[in-house]
C-alpha cells in the first residue's frame, strides 16, 4: 500500500462538516404530508413542501439535476433527452453528450454514485433501467441517515438561508442580498411582515435590515451568505450616505405602480455599494462569518470577472474583525485567493464546489496552500448540492477525500511532513478549521 492508499483509507474514516449545501432542509417524501412546512424569507416560498415528483429516475435528479448540465451545455453537443419518457430511449439519447463529460468532475460524481451506492460500473441503455429501480427503491425513510451520516460521515452541514431545517442534519447561514440589491417589490411586504416594521424612509430600511439579521440570529443562523456575484462585481467602494437615500427614495416610489405594470425595481450602485458596507458593518459587530461566492458561476453565460476575490480587498481591510469565508477556491483565481488569505487575517478559504468543478485544480491549490497559507484558513469541502440530492453528497465527499490525500500524500513523498501530520492536517481541514470558524466546537 503506498503512501496515498494509506492516506486515503484514514481519510475515509474522517467526520466531515460540509460547510456549504442546497439540499432540503428536511428529508423529502413521496407523502407531502410528512414534510414540515417552511417559510424561505424574502425568497418568495412560504410552502416549501419537498416532495419526489412524478419525473423522480436517476437521469433526471442525479445526471441532469446537478451541476453536469453546465458541462453538457458546454459540450455543444444537441440532445433530445428530455423529450424521451423511456428511460433506455433517454439513456440512448444522452450517450454522445455522456461520452464527452463523463470523466469530467461533475461526471465523475455520476459515475461514483452509480458504481459505490448502486453497484452499476458504467450506465449503458441496457442497465439503466435496473439501476433507476435501484435508485428509487433507496428513497425510502432514513436515507438522509443512510447518505449523510453513515456513508458520508458528515457531522452537520451548513444549508443556505432556510431559517427551518432538521437540526439533525443541519445548520444554516442567512442572506441579506436582497437588502443590498432587492429585485422585486414583494421583497417590502416580505421584510415588514419578517420584521413587524412599517418601511417608508431609507432609515425604516436600515433599521428593518438590522432587525432581519437579529431575528434570523435568534433562529439560530451561524453566519451570512452573500451571492452578488451573480449580479454584478464583487467590489463595493464607499458612498456617501446621500447618494444611497436618494436611490432608495427613488426605488420606494416604485411601490405605487400599479399591479398590472411589471412588479420588479431596480437599485444603482451607489444604493448597492452603500448597503453592502451597512451589511459588513453591522455583520462585523455581531462577530460573524460572512460566506462569499467567488469565482465560476453556474447555468450558462456570465462575467467571470464578476466572481474575482481581489475586487473584495478594500471590505477586508475596513472590515477586519468580520470573517469572510470565500467559496469554491475562487476558481479560476486560486492562486489570487491564496494570496489574499496570507494577506488578510479575516480572510479564509473555503473548497465547497471546487473538487468537481476542477479535481486537478483543487489538488494542485491546496498543495500549494499548504506552503504559504496557514493551514487553520482552508475549509476543505462543501458539497455544494440541490439538484443530485444526498447521493451526490457522498460522491463529491469521497472525491475530496481523495484530492486532499493525493495533495497530502505530495507532501509526505517530499519530506515535507510524516504520515501522523498528515492525517493531523487532513482532520484539521476537514472538521477542526470549520467547527471553530463557526462556532460548532460544541457538537455532540
Known amino acids: 500500500m503506498n503512501i496515498y492508499e494509506r492516506l486515503l483509507e484514514e ?3 474522517l467526520e466531515i462538516i460540509d460547510t456549504h449545501e442546497h439540499l ?10 410528512d414534510v414540515p412546512k417552511r417559510d424561505k424569507i424574502l425568497f418568495g416560498d412560504e410552502n416549501g413542501q419537498q416532495i419526489f415528483g412524478k419525473d423522480t429516475n436517476f437521469i433526471n435528479n442525479i445526471v441532469l439535476g446537478g451541476y453536469l448540465n453546465d458541462t453538457v451545455y458546454a459540450s455543444g453537443i444537441p440532445s433530445d433527452v428530455h423529450n ?20 469530467s468532475g461533475y461526471g465523475q460524481v455520476v459515475s461514483i454514485v452509480a458504481r459505490d451506492l448502486y453497484g452499476i460500473d458504467e450506465i449503458t441503455p441496457e442497465n439503466i433501467a435496473e439501476l433507476n429501480d435501484r435508485y428509487i427503491a433507496s428513497l425510502k425513510k432514513g436515507y438522509y441517515r443512510k447518505y449523510l451520516k453513515e456513508l458520508a460521515k458528515i457531522k452537520v452541514s451548513l444549508i443556505d438561508s432556510d431559517l427551518m431545517y432538521d ?8 442572506r441579506l442580498d436582497c437588502f443590498i440589491m432587492p429585485v422585486f417589490q414583494h421583497h417590502f411586504a416580505t421584510i415588514e411582515r419578517f420584521t413587524g416594521m412599517k418601511i417608508r424612509h431609507f432609515t425604516d430600511w ?8 437579529d431575528k434570523a440570529l435568534d433562529m439560530g443562523v451561524v453566519g451570512l451568505k452573500c451571492g452578488l456575484a451573480y449580479k454584478r462585481t464583487l467590489y463595493f467602494p464607499r458612498v456617501n450616505y446621500h447618494e444611497a437615500e436618494n436611490s432608495f427614495n427613488e426605488m420606494y416610489a416604485s411601490r405605487y ?3 398590472w405594470e411589471p412588479q420588479r425595481i431596480g437599485t444603482n450602485r451607489a444604493f448597492e455599494n452603500f448597503m453592502m458596507h451597512y451589511v459588513c458593518k453591522i455583520a462585523e459587530h455581531r462577530n460573524l462569518v460572512m460566506q462569499v461566492h467567488t469565482g465560476l458561476m453556474t447555468n450558462t453565460g456570465n462575467h467571470i470577472s464578476n466572481g474575482n476575490p481581489e475586487n473584495m480587498s478594500n471590505l477586508f481591510m475596513e472590515y477586519p474583525d468580520l470573517r ?17 488569505a496570507l494577506m488578510h487575517r479575516n480572510v479564509y478559504i473555503d473548497m465547497c464546489w471546487a473538487h468537481m468543478i476542477s479535481p486537478v485544480a483543487s489538488i494542485k491549490a491546496l498543495s500549494e496552500w499548504l506552503e504559504i497559507v496557514p493551514h487553520n484558513k482552508i475549509l476543505a469541502f ?17 472525491l475530496a477525500r481523495r484530492n486532499v490525500a493525493k495533495a497530502l500524500a505530495r507532501k509526505v513523498e517530499e519530506g515535507l511532513f510524516g504520515l501522523d501530520e498528515a492525517i493531523r492536517i487532513a482532520k484539521q481541514l476537514f472538521y477542526d478549521n470549520p467547527a471553530k470558524l463557526f462556532g460548532l466546537d460544541d457538537l455532540k
Open 84 to 103: 424521451c419518457d423511456d428511460l433506455e430511449d433517454k439513456w440512448r439519447a444522452f450517450l454522445p453528450v455522456w461520452n464527452q463529460v463523463k470523466y
Open 382 to 398: 462543501g458539497g455544494d448540492l440541490g439538484g443530485g440530492g444526498v447521493q451526490s453528497v457522498y460522491a463529491h465527499a469521497k
Open 167 to 174: 437540526p439533525e442534519y443541519f445548520r444554516t447561514l442567512f
Open 206 to 213: 436600515l433599521d428593518a435590515c438590522e432587525a432581519t439579521l
Open 11 to 13: 481519510f475515509d474514516r
Open 24 to 33: 432540503s432542509p428536511f428529508e423529502p417524501s413521496w407523502d407531502i404530508n
Open 324 to 340: 469572510f469565508d470565500l467559496f469554491h477556491i475562487g476558481y479560476p483565481y486560486q492562486q489570487a485567493l491564496g494570496a489574499l
Open 257 to 259: 405602480i400599479p399591479c
